[in-house]
Structure formats: structure tokens, C-alpha cells
């Protein structure tokens, strides 16, 4: 597996001054995948774009070794406030790193969640803003071809104890982030429907799966996704992370490619998508994201921003603002 993180870093920065919260990115080591820690991600956000925060979100790593089950994923919350102190102390710079903490809470668990989530605050009062469970469904499994964790059970949004759990997140003011692929839209709606005093964050604009489709095929997708988006996307407490077109899923080929992928192509693919999501949640409600290191299996960190800011530059200057860092910081509550 090629990944390209490192590749584009003499690309001249585009609107360097515009400031960036990275809303979607992991930390993780001992795996498969390339080490990326708190160095190379350091590495990256001080690279030439201005980027001034990021949020960390979980990707089950990190787990204590011990104890009841149930509570070893709050070892992944505590390293995580950790990189998150680095990030404050101003010893590596001014981007706060790890600024914000999505965390991983098992909602299958119902009504036992609680003391879980009551724990997690506890250990990252200042930081942790929302939970994440991966809970993908894809029937067809290609989607889990280029997946770096375990697929998950199927049908875990229709789990009989996952809303029993789920209830608890808004009275503590935790936000959800929902990882799931395009045939699922119409299940997150209801879930939206189910909970209107809970932000949901559907990340990566909720994953059009197009493994293996020719020109033809994503174009079909395309047009079925944009409209499961646009349906979605009237629900007010629905929140878009705006990105994660560097994952092979997409089925866009950067991830393929030996040779290194500018940010001028990568805008070319990449606009339609990217405006279909704005177009749908509109600016107020949708935060750009790297979602690093799993995007740099087709492209580096420069070229990646550099492609955004192409794709949104028509837009004004208080639609950019929301973009680049203001629906992150409000959403996450971050104290920049």
C-alpha cells in the first residue's frame, strides 16, 4: 500500500493565511499502516498551511489492556488528552494539536454506556466533545477492502440497545460522529429524526462506495448519493465533515497512482463532491477535514489542503471562515 503523505510539500501554500481547523484526524502506531503520531502529524500542520487545531477522533487504538472491557476504550481518550496538553503547552508551536477529542463509546451496550461516558469526561473534561462508533454496513464488503480496522458487525444502528445508549449523549452535550456509507444515509436520517437535541456529525459526507465501478458506475452513484445528502441534510441537527476523498473507497484511483497527485487534479475530482455537500448542508454547517493519515494514501497534507481551498475559493470570505474553522470550533467547542 502506497501512501503519499509526504509528497507535494513544494506546492506553494494557496491563501496562506487563512487559518484551519483540522477537523478529522487520527494518531496510531504498531500497526500495519505507517506510524503516524504526534511527530508526523506535527510535521504536517506545520508544512506552510495555517493550520491552528485539529481534532483527534478515535480509531480504537490506545485501549487499556485490563480491566472490565467495557472501560478499556477510555485508554484511547486519556492518550489523547495527553497529545492534546502537548498541543496547548506552545512547545511545538501554535496549532493547538488534538484541540478537541471524539472518543469511541459501544452504544450496543444500552443503559451501561452512562458510567462509561461519565468516566470519559472525567478523564478529558476540556477536550472531549463527541463519540464515534464505526458502525458501516456495506452488503456487497467491498467497502472493507481498504478498511485499516476490523469490519464492524452488521447492522449495529438497528442493535436493540443501540438507541438506549444513544439517548445519553445529549444530556452530557456530547456530539456523534457517524461513519457510515451512502446505502445508510436513509438510517441516519432516522437516527437524526429519533434525537433532535444530538449533533450528529456524518463524516466524510457520508462515503459514496465506489469500489470498483468504472466512469459510468460512479457517475450513478454520484447522482443516488447526492440525493440521499441533500435528503439528509434537512435535518437541522445534521453537522458535514467535508472530505475524506483521499480514502480508496471513493473508487476516485489517486490511491493507485505511483507517481505524486498535484492539488489542481485532486480539485478537478474532487469539486463536485465537495460542492454537493456544501450545496446540501450549506457553509454554516460543514467543517473541511484532511482526515490524516488515511488520505494520504493519495496525496500529501499540502497538496490536500491546497485542492480545497481551489475547489471553495468563489465562495465569500464569512462562507470560508465557517469552512476552514468555524463550524469545527462551534460544533467542538473549541477554546482556540
Known amino acids: 500500500m502506497i501512501f503519499k503523505r509526504n509528497e507535494g510539500r513544494d506546492e506553494a501554500i494557496l491563501d496562506p493565511d487563512i487559518p484551519i481547523v483540522d477537523s478529522h484526524i487520527h494518531l496510531f502506531d504498531g500497526r500495519p499502516t ?46 489523547a488528552n495527553g497529545m492534546g496538553a502537548l ?47 464505526v458502525v458501516i454496513e456495506d452488503p456487497t464488503g467491498r467497502f472493507f477492502k481498504y478498511m485499516s480496522m476490523p469490519p464492524p458487525p452488521p447492522g449495529l444502528l438497528r442493535h436493540p440497545k443501540f438507541r438506549e445508549g444513544f439517548r445519553h449523549l445529549a444530556q452530557r452535550g456530547l456530539s456523534f460522529d457517524a461513519p457510515v456509507v451512502d446505502n445508510q444515509l436513509a438510517e441516519v436520517a432516522q437516527l437524526a429524526d429519533a434525537f433532535p437535541d444530538t449533533t450528529i456529525v456524518l463524516d466524510h459526507m457520508g462515503t459514496a462506495n465506489g469500489v470498483d465501478q468504472d466512469a459510468a458506475g460512479l457517475a450513478t452513484i454520484f447522482k443516488a448519493w447526492r440525493t440521499s445528502l441533500l435528503e439528509v441534510a434537512r435535518r437541522p441537527n445534521m453537522v458535514c465533515k467535508v472530505g475524506g476523498l483521499g480514502m480508496a473507497q471513493w473508487g476516485l484511483g489517486f490511491d493507485t497512482r505511483p507517481d505524486p497527485v498535484g492539488s489542481a487534479e485532486l480539485a478537478v475530482a474532487w469539486r463536485p463532491y465537495v460542492e454537493a455537500a456544501i450545496e446540501a448542508f450549506g457553509p454554516e454547517r460543514c467543517m473541511l477535514e484532511s482526515n490524516f493519515p488515511p488520505d494520504g494514501r493519495s496525496c500529501g497534507y499540502v497538496p490536500l489542503w491546497n485542492a480545497l481551498k481551489m475547489i471553495v475559493r468563489g465562495y465569500t470570505d464569512q462562507e470560508k471562515a465557517a469552512l476552514f474553522s468555524g463550524t469545527a470550533t462551534r460544533i467542538y467547542r473549541l477554546a482556540l
Open 87 to 133: 498541543g496547548a503547552s506552545g512547545i511545538y508551536g501554535d496549532c493547538r494539536i488534538c484541540a478537541g477529542i471524539v472518543g469511541y463509546a459501544d452504544f450496543t451496550q444500552g443503559d451501561a454506556i452512562a458510567d462509561y461516558l461519565d468516566r470519559a469526561i472525567q478523564l478529558a473534561p476540556d477536550r472531549l466533545r463527541g463519540v464515534r462508533q
Open 34 to 79: 505507517p506510524r503516524y503520531m504526534f511527530p508526523e502529524h506535527l510535521a504536517d500542520v506545520t508544512a506552510g498551511h495555517r493550520i491552528i487545531a485539529s481534532v483527534y477522533v478515535e480509531t480504537n487504538a490506545f485501549f487499556r489492556t485490563s480491566g472490565p472491557p467495557l472501560l478499556r476504550p477510555l485508554g484511547e481518550i486519556e492518550f
